[in-house]
């Protein structure tokens, strides 16, 4: 079983930025990959961006290419979401997630445990 919080969702205007943490306990963290999803009203969850269990590989949506970045320390059993240049359009609840799967990182299928979710607002 693995817990995971995150932590620094909030309020920004556009252009602004903000970074989300995804703290994990219980089994082993480093062996997990990583995904970070979110869900806007009546929406469907999406997936935004995801990491592989060593760091060394990462995966963006199309919509957050070139803004947002994707990290980890394996020391610190957390995981960040670096989200610059934000747009009204990212407002969402923000989740994490990890899995041991090997299948697509970009499917919310392949992913077992999940967060509370944190609120993401981002003003015009």
């Known amino acids: 079983q693995v817990q995971l919080v995150e932590f620094g969702g909030g309020l920004v205007q556009a252009g602004g930025s903000l970074r989300l943490s995804c703290a994990a306990s219980?089994?082993?963290?480093?062996?997990?990959?990583m995904g970070w999803f979110r869900q806007a009203p009546g929406k469907e969850r999406e997936f935004v961006s995801a990491i592989n269990w060593s760091g060394g590989a990462t995966y963006y949506a199309d919509s957050v290419k070139g803004r947002f970045t994707v990290s980890r320390d394996n020391a610190k059993n957390t995981v960040y979401l670096q989200m610059n240049s934000l747009k009204p359009e990212d407002t969402a609840v923000y989740y994490c997630?990890?899995?041991?799967?090997?299948?697509?990182?970009?499917?919310?299928?392949?992913?077992?445990?999940w967060g509370q979710g944190t609120q993401v607002t981002v003003s015009s």
């Open positions: 219980g089994r082993t963290f480093k062996g997990y990959a």
């Open positions: 997630a990890a899995t041991l799967s090997l299948a697509t990182l970009a499917a919310r299928t392949s992913f077992d445990y």
